[in-house]
């Protein structure tokens, strides 16, 4: 099992007026991948995240980050962060926030100087580095708060809503710069209502919804159940041969099969069967639950309550041509 670098259990926050905003977060999270805190709005994350970089104080935590107690100040020196709605002085220039932040959290001038560059370089705003803020587009100001959170070379990094209002291309960036920091060996916490981002770089998620972990793990894992293959045939399937295929478990709708396997060694007596009828195979394709089908099962569906998650493609899956 992969070295766990935040583990905290009964995590609670209860605001005046007695709403309570965390009820018993349990959490893991590994060391050295990208994990994805999903949820509606309002579900407690950003809560979450500034309680384990003890800027809200919470009613109740129990737990570990980096091997200390949650709240241990030096710890605070290895982890990066980059907050919702991050907001950063529009007089000053992109180079100069990141030397900003690297002089309040305890780099030297010599090595901020160093970084500042290298950061830039790594967010692509090396062109940009000598213009105002106040100049930049929002997924411009994103990337410098990227690269203002890595200044210090931490080990954790959190980043809230880091790809909110960033147009697709700068996603693509973003992604690409996202696991580049996996690559390095950091562990990347990101909150997130945006699915289809989350599932296209986690390696491991929670769902939360109305202050509670409701399911976590690897979204292989979580999605395990519902892997199949999917076969597409080029017209229907004889009579006879589709109740001898649904003997064995196979569902067939129209020209669709859909076989719930994740082993391809049993899907072959399958196609030959169909070849020995005549039948002509377009296409065969492993499938699982998409990111949004799974939390629309576990905060809709399991009645915790209901969300209506962004759009997000229907099904992942490989396509293989017969």
């Known amino acids: 099992m992969s070295e766990v670098v935040i583990d905290i259990a009964e995590t609670r926050k209860r605001y005046r007026g007695g709403v309570e905003a965390l009820r018993g977060v349990s959490l893991q999270v590994p060391r050295g991948g990208i994990f994805g805190l999903l949820g509606p709005n309002g579900a407690g994350?950003?809560?979450?995240?500034k309680i384990l970089m003890s800027i809200v104080r919470p009613t109740q935590c129990t737990g570990m980050m980096l091997g200390k107690p949650v709240g241990h100040k030096p710890t605070l020196a290895r982890v990066g962060y980059l907050p919702e709605h991050a907001r950063f002085p529009e007089y000053l220039k992109g180079g100069e926030v990141i030397r900003y932040v690297a002089g309040l959290a305890g780099v030297s001038r010599a090595t901020a100087s160093r970084r500042a560059a290298e950061l830039l370089e790594m967010v692509g705003m090396q062109d940009w580095g000598d213009r105002k803020m106040g100049t930049y587009s929002k997924g411009m100001k994103q990337r410098i708060g990227l690269a203002q959170a890595l200044v210090n070379d931490p080990d954790i990094v959190f980043l809230d809503e880091p790809t909110d209002g960033v147009d697709p291309k700068g996603r693509l960036e973003m992604r690409n710069v996202l696991q580049t920091m996996r690559d390095d060996g950091r562990t990347v916490f990101i909150n997130s209502h945006l699915l289809g981002e989350l599932e296209m770089i986690c390696d491991s998620v929670a769902i939360m919804d109305k202050g509670e972990i409701v399911r976590q793990g690897t979204i292989?894992?979580?999605?395990?159940?519902?892997?199949?293959?999917?076969?597409?045939?080029?017209?229907?399937v004889p009579a006879d041969l589709r109740n001898r295929l649904a003997v064995e478990g196979v569902e067939i709708a129209g020209d669709k099969l859909s076989v719930y396997q994740r082993d391809p060694v049993p899907m072959q007596p399958i196609l030959d069967a169909l070849r020995a009828d005549g039948v002509t195979i377009v296409e065969m394709r492993e499938v699982r639950q998409s990111l949004e089908d799974l939390f629309m099962e576990t905060v809709a569906g399991g009645g915790v309550g209901a969300a209506a998650p962004p759009s997000l493609p229907g099904q992942s899956g490989k396509g293989v041509q017969g």
């Open 220 to 236: 292989s894992e979580l999605t395990k159940k519902s892997q199949r293959y999917e076969i597409r045939t080029q017209g229907g």
């Open 45 to 49: 994350k950003s809560t979450l995240v």
